[in-house]
């Protein structure tokens, strides 16, 4: 994904949760929930997901978001970037957040609905799929494995690109709201009465100048892009930089970064001793 390393908006997961996932002050959340639901949100429950994360898959998200929401347990993902195993990995996460509340409540709940949403971009073909995707796991016939399980996915490039030909109000609104989570550096400065728009800008503005937050940003983007030149380039190439650009961020530090993320691509062990010059026990400490 292309960015303006001058601002950062909410397509960025870390963003994202910073902006959406406050505590303090939930009136962005509950916009998009009340009109995602049609129903009006009573309360809020933040889960701390780091403590719900058992392997290297789940350890290597930089962005979770689960909360209680009146009869939901939801989990919520921004991605900004779509990949073949990006459903995968999402399920599996989900499904230990399913599990953890099944293990606190010793029981298993019917009753609570259990939601996974799913804010993605780049979607392969996207222009051919609906605004959103609801999937529940059932047969062809529609015969339901479980009754209370559903994921979400809401196609965040058709939303951008058509969201003003949507002729059902309370869709249109919510599509609207979610294009902006795209902002430009530019639309800060045009004049807005609605309110969600107004709220989310200022807490982009805040962000944006908030050097620590923003020097954070930037290193987790300079390994990003190591990555995306691996895929793009070629493996070889793109350890190669990557290592040559994790040494400007931090020796160390970068070479560990470029580990996490082959092992998560499941490159041989001796490779990514080769590539990063760490130890195999170095390598092994990174699994846990």
């Known amino acids: 994904m292309k960015k303006n390393k001058n601002f950062y908006n909410a397509r960025d997961d870390r963003v994202f949760k910073a902006t959406f996932a406050d505590p303090a002050d939930t009136f962005l959340l509950e916009t998009l929930l009340n009109l995602t639901f049609n129903t009006k949100v009573k309360k809020i429950k933040f889960e701390n997901s780091e403590l719900l994360k058992r392997n290297v898959i789940e350890r290597a998200k930089t962005c979770d978001f689960v909360a209680h929401i009146d009869d939901k347990l939801l989990h919520i993902e921004l991605n900004s970037q779509y990949r073949k195993w990006l459903h995968l990995r999402n399920f599996n996460f989900f499904t230990t957040s399913i599990d953890k509340e099944t293990e606190v409540g010793k029981q298993y709940d019917v009753k609570k609905y259990y939601v996974h949403i799913d804010y993605t971009y780049d979607l392969p073909n996207s222009e051919d799929l609906d605004f959103v995707l609801v999937y529940a796991l059932e047969t062809k016939k529609h015969l339901k494995y479980i009754d209370n399980v559903y994921f979400v996915e809401f196609n965040m490039d058709k939303i ?129």
């Open 160 to 288: 951008k690109q058509m969201w003003y030909n949507v002729i059902d109000e309370r869709k249109r609104k919510l599509f609207y709201y979610l294009s902006k989570l795209d902002m430009k550096k530019k639309e800060l400065e045009v004049e807005e009465e609605d309110e969600f728009v107004k709220k989310l800008k200022e807490k982009l503005k805040k962000l944006n100048q908030n050097k620590e937050f923003v020097s954070f940003l930037s290193r987790e983007e300079d390994i990003e892009f190591q990555m995306n030149s691996e895929r793009s380039e070629g493996i070889d190439e793109g350890i190669n930089i990557g290592i040559n650009q994790g040494i400007n961020i931090g020796k160390n530090e970068g070479k560990i970064e470029i580990a996490k993320n082959m092992l998560i691509a499941e490159e041989p062990i001796d490779k990514i001793m080769t590539f990063t010059g760490l130890s195999l026990k170095e390598i092994e400490n990174l699994r846990y």
